[in-house]
C-alpha cells in the first residue's frame, strides 16, 4: 500500500517561491514515478512535473518549464516541487501522484494510479 502526503502549500505574492513536499510511506513499483497535477474549480486538471525516480527522467509542462524544479530523496523516498517566479495562474489546488509510467502526466484521458489529498497554493498579484 502506498500512501502519499503532500505538505510546503501556501500563499506567497507574484514572483515569490515555493517548495512542496511528497511524502512517501510505503513502496511499491508501480509508484515509481511520481509527481504534480493541478487543477482549480472548474478547469481542467494539468500535469505538472514528475520524475521517475529509477532513472532520473523528468516532465514538465510547458507553462513551469524553466521555473519549477522537481527533484526526489532516495533515502527519504520523498519528491520535492520547487516553484520559483510564481504566477497568479499557479494559482491551484496540487496534488501528489504516483504511478509506473511518467507519460501519464501526458496524457489527461488517464490518470496516476496513487494519489494525495492535495494543497493550496496561491499566488497573489
Known amino acids: 500500500q502506498v500512501q502519499l502526503e503532500e505538505s510546503g502549500g501556501g500563499s506567497v505574492q507574484t514572483g515569490g517561491s515555493l517548495r512542496l513536499t511528497c511524502a512517501t510511506s510505503?513502496?511499491?513499483?508501480?509508484?515509481?514515478?511520481m509527481g504534480w497535477y493541478r487543477q482549480a474549480p472548474g478547469k481542467e486538471r494539468e500535469g505538472v512535473a514528475a520524475i521517475d525516480t529509477s532513472d532520473g527522467s523528468t516532465y514538465y509542462a510547458d507553462p513551469v518549464k524553466g521555473r519549477f524544479a522537481i527533484s526526489h530523496d532516495y533515502a527519504k523516498n520523498t519528491v520535492y516541487l520547487e516553484m520559483n517566479n510564481l504566477k497568479p495562474e499557479d494559482t491551484d489546488r496540487y496534488y501528489c501522484?504516483?504511478?509506473?509510467?511518467?507519460?501519464?502526466?501526458?496524457?489527461?484521458?488517464?490518470?496516476?494510479?496513487?494519489w494525495g489529498q492535495g494543497i493550496q497554493v496561491t499566488v497573489s498579484s
Open positions: 510505503g513502496y511499491a513499483y508501480t509508484a515509481r514515478c
Open positions: 501522484a504516483a504511478d509506473a509510467s511518467l507519460k501519464k502526466w501526458t496524457m489527461p484521458w488517464v490518470e496516476p494510479y496513487y
